[in-house]
């Protein structure tokens, strides 16, 4: 029996022993590991000293690559001189479009001076907001232009220099001319006799006589003679008495 318990008290001994030990080998590992890691950050901080020192050394050295950078800055104000000097134009050239003085010095259209295109009195004035009343329809509609009483036969002229752009037959308003003036006008005769003294393409001045009064307007025929006279400007039909001055009306009526 006490061989036994001294067995187990070697056992325990030995155990011991061993267990201390690998404490301590513990311990030591543990002691190098935490001095491994102090040493890190010294290492770390004299490599960044080194590159610290490697950077200012590198910010003393010259530059070798600076050098041709003169030379092309040397050369952009040739390849820009063209670019400002086109820039430098367009302005001018837009300031010009939209001058107003040079607008103002551009040739304009004028309207001629019209005249009334045969002796008489207007019988029906232009009415194109307030329908009149056709005495030959028996209903109330617009008139585009003037009535000029005048006897059957009796001389149309032209209201104005101008072309003949037009000479046909209309279905309701009988024989018609027209003659195209400058400043985009044009003046319509209609209700002509048959016999029309122009053609198409003629050019005819004031004054001239173009045809004479019929009856040919079929929507008008009950009413007395007369020249249908129409005055379009800019494609619009206008009154023609705004347009024909009271001094040339007076000159026609006292011949």
Not at 118 to 145: A, F, P, Q
Not at 186 to 205: C, F, M, P, R, W
Request: glycine residues 6%; contains cysteine.
């Amino acid at each position: 029996m006490e061989q036994k318990k001294n067995e187990q008290k070697t056992a325990q001994v030995l155990y011991m022993t061993i267990i201390l030990v690998l404490l301590i080998m513990a311990v030591a590992v543990g002691l190098v590991t935490a001095a491994n890691k102090r040493n890190k950050p010294a290492e770390t901080s004299a490599n960044s000293a080194e590159v610290s020192t490697s950077a200012q050394t590198t910010a003393h050295l010259p530059i070798v690559t600076t050098a041709p950078k003169p030379q092309t800055t040397q050369t952009l104000p040739a390849v820009t001189e063209p670019a400002e000097t086109s820039a430098a134009t367009r302005p001018a050239a837009s300031a010009a479009a939209t001058d107003p003085i040079t607008e103002a010095a551009a040739p304009e259209s004028t309207l001629p001076v019209f005249i009334m295109p045969t002796i008489g009195n207007v019988s029906k004035s232009y009415s194109v907001d307030v329908l009149v009343y056709s005495d030959t329809m028996e209903d109330y509609r617009t008139h585009s232009g003037i009535d000029i009483c005048a006897g059957t036969g009796e001389g149309v002229m032209a209201a104005a220099d101008g072309v003949v752009s037009e000479v046909y037959a209309h279905p309701m308003m009988g024989y018609t001319v027209v003659v195209r003036h400058d400043g985009s006008a044009e003046t319509v005769y209609q209700n002509l006799a048959e016999d029309i003294a122009v053609s198409v393409g003629d050019t005819v001045k004031s004054g001239e006589v173009i045809g004479a009064v019929g009856d040919s307007a079929l929507i008008e025929i009950a009413e007395e003679p007369h020249l249908h006279f129409e005055l379009r400007v800019d494609g619009k039909t206008v009154n023609p008495l705004d347009y024909i001055s009271a001094a040339t009306m007076t000159i026609v009526y006292d011949e």
